[in-house]
Nanobody, 123 residues
Framework: QVQLQESGPGLVKLSQTLSLTCTVSGGSILRNASYWTWIRQPPGKGLEWMGAIADSGSTYYSPSLKSRTSISRDTANDQFTLQLSSVTPEDAAVYFC???????????????WGQGTQVTVSS
């Protein structure tokens, strides 16, 4: 059974860089047709796709966050990491990692999710 677990500081100071790691257990991040994804949900809002790193190592970012986002991976430890720079109060959210495996129409298909981690931005 594949499991994903987010880790990282729950409190980040304004203008600093948020860094979160997702650890994958029960499977490999090199698994074919995998897009290891970061998604967030601000309070009272819907889910926002932030970006992904594929099993090939290719990265994909939301256009609205691309200038501040970096996703990398550690294949030896089956981890992938999100870095979001220059955080503002609008970046406060629950951050989820997940595995996408394909599309149905214009919708991404996900099969595994982490439980999510709350991030607060302090001034």
């Amino acid at each position: 059974q594949v499991q994903l677990q987010e880790s990282g500081p729950g409190l980040v100071k304004l203008s600093q860089t948020l860094s979160l790691t997702c650890t994958v257990s029960g499977g490999s991040i090199l698994r074919n047709a995998s897009y290891w994804t970061w998604i967030r949900q601000p309070p009272g809002k819907g889910l926002e796709w932030m970006g992904a790193i594929a099993d090939s190592g290719s990265t994909y970012y939301s256009p609205s966050l691309k200038s501040r986002t970096s996703i990398s991976r550690d294949t030896a430890n089956d981890q992938f990491t999100l870095q979001l720079s220059s955080v503002t109060p609008e970046d406060a959210a629950v951050y989820f990692c997940a595995r996408a495996y394909g599309y149905s129409g214009s919708y991404l298909l996900f099969d595994y999710w982490g439980q999510g981690t709350q991030v607060t931005v302090s001034s």
